[in-house]
């Protein structure tokens, strides 16, 4: 069974919401299972630590569940045009992964959700995107095959799947958002499984 992580940082809950969407595309293709992860919340303020295991949830992830993976999905929400600090702040201590090159030649796509329509999806998703450049993986977006990419009023880009869920964090997922999620964990999840053939 070849294993694709998930891998995401949620505030509002929408992301977290995409995070299992993204898993359902992985887990409808033949041979391919996603592992769901999180990352803590952090505190710039004191060098106050979270439990090793979150009271509710997805559990946190380590860096044996990056070693260990064929593919990785990160996401993110939007926090001022980039990624939010706790998912950052994990993969700033990857250098062990980097140095080891156990993600080179990996598949890697990215997704994200924010509050403004054009709120900086796109360079969110390139925040997260560079890196996976470092490591070495091959990165995956969504092409305008996919007919939701083209006819999209919420979110979607080609450079990943992407939410927008209002200044109220009150806009569900739509259905074109849901597709879009799907088919990039499928993509993931089949290029993994050649790549592993």
């Known amino acids: 069974m070849i294993e694709i992580l998930v ?18 595309g992985v887990g409808g293709i033949d041979g391919c299972s996603p592992k769901i992860r999180t990352v ?10 979270k439990d090793k295991i979150p009271s509710h949830g997805h559990l946190f992830a380590d860096n044996n569940d990056l070693k260990n993976c064929a593919g990785l999905v990160l996401g993110s929400p ?12 994990f993969i700033d201590q990857t250098s062990d992964i980097w ?7 990996k598949p ?24 996976l450049i470092h490591h070495g993986m091959i990165l995956m977006g969504i092409p305008y ?3 939701a990419l083209m006819t999209t009023r919420e979110g979607g880009t080609p450079y990943g799947a992407s939410h927008f869920s209002g200044s109220n964090n009150d806009h569900p997922l739509g259905k074109n958002e849901i597709q879009l999620c799907s088919t990039l964990g499928q993509r993931i999840a089949k290029t993994a499984k050649i790549l592993n053939a």
């Open 99 to 105: 140095l080891s090159g156990h993600l080179i030649g």
């Open 108 to 131: 890697a796509a990215v997704f994200t959700s924010s509050g403004s329509l054009h709120g900086g999806q796109e360079s969110t998703l390139l925040s997260m995107i560079l890196p």
């Open 7 to 24: 891998l995401y940082y949620s505030i509002s809950g929408h992301v977290l919401q995409m995070a299992e969407h993204v898993a359902r």
């Open 145 to 147: 095959s996919e007919q």
């Open 78 to 89: 939007t926090c001022f045009g980039n990624m939010a600090s706790p998912l950052k702040y």
């Open 40 to 49: 803590p919340a952090i505190s710039s303020v004191c060098e106050a630590t």
